[in-house]
């Protein structure tokens, strides 16, 4: 059965150090998201993207994330310059035309 | 904004009994969600139910609407330990399908 695949599963880095999260979402899917949960936290929503843009984004996700398809199989999240509170476990998503979103297995991300 | 929210309970059942979480939120929906998440790992989807819905049904899965309300419960019956695990609900409004997440229950099966 296909499934959403992230590398690494856990990435750790220095503050204010960029961070690239990949993702391969399910081949014909196309709608992608980008969550986010931080330790003993709810899972928030960061971003979604539809048709190599983004669609809607949340104000968590400020001018130091960005997001990107850069080929027909990758979405990536980037964050710039990372603070101690980006440490989180993030999640990436994509669902095809239903409501059913499948969700990867996440990246850890702990900056020191 | 609407929000999932669970009960925030910590469950611990034995093997067998059944297990029964809440959820309620805050605006207009149109579908409410079921996920798993296993300690440390991605998040499974287990049901949905849509806005004009009032119970749905999954293998050992149950799960209820209230519009009225605003709140839906999810029922596991015949837990098994395998079961274990954190759940959240989650809602969308449509649109983008931005997914609201609640806090999650966390629940225990003792084999």
């Known amino acids: 059965e296909p499934e959403v695949t992230q590398t690494p599963s856990h990435q750790v880095t220095q503050m204010g150090q960029e961070v690239i999260l990949r993702c391969v979402p399910i081949?014909?899917?196309?709608?992608f998201y980008w969550y986010r949960q931080i330790l003993g936290q709810k899972v928030e929503f960061l971003v979604s993207?539809?048709?190599?843009?983004?669609?809607?984004k949340s104000e968590i996700f400020d001018d130091q994330f960005s997001v990107e398809r850069p080929d027909g199989s990758n979405f990536t999240l980037k964050i710039r310059s990372t603070k101690l509170e980006d440490s989180a476990m993030y999640f990436c998503?994509?669902?095809?035309?239903?409501?059913?979103?499948?969700f990867g297995p996440g990246t850890r991300l702990t900056v020191t | 904004s609407q929000q999932g929210e669970e009960d925030p309970q910590a469950l611990s059942i034995q093997e067998g009994e059944n297990a029964t979480m809440n959820c309620s939120y805050k605006?207009?929906?149109?579908?409410l969600q079921w996920y798993r998440q296993n300690s440390g790992r991605g998040l499974v989807h287990l049901i949905l139910?849509?806005?004009?819905?009032r119970e749905k049904h999954s293998g050992r899965l149950r799960v209820t609407l209230d519009t009225s309300k605003k709140s839906s419960s999810l029922l596991i019956t015949a837990s098994r330990a395998a079961d274990t695990a954190s759940y959240f609900c989650?809602?969308?409004?449509?649109?983008?399908?931005?997914?609201?997440f609640g806090k999650g229950n966390q629940v225990v099966v003792i084999p």
């Open positions: 998503a994509s669902r095809k035309t239903g409501n059913e979103q499948y």
């Open positions: 081949s014909n899917h196309l709608y």
């Open positions: 993207f539809y048709n190599n843009e983004i669609s809607e």
């Open positions: 605006t207009s929906i149109n579908n």
């Open positions: 139910i849509r806005s004009n819905e």
């Open positions: 989650a809602t969308d409004k449509g649109g983008n399908n931005r997914l609201a």
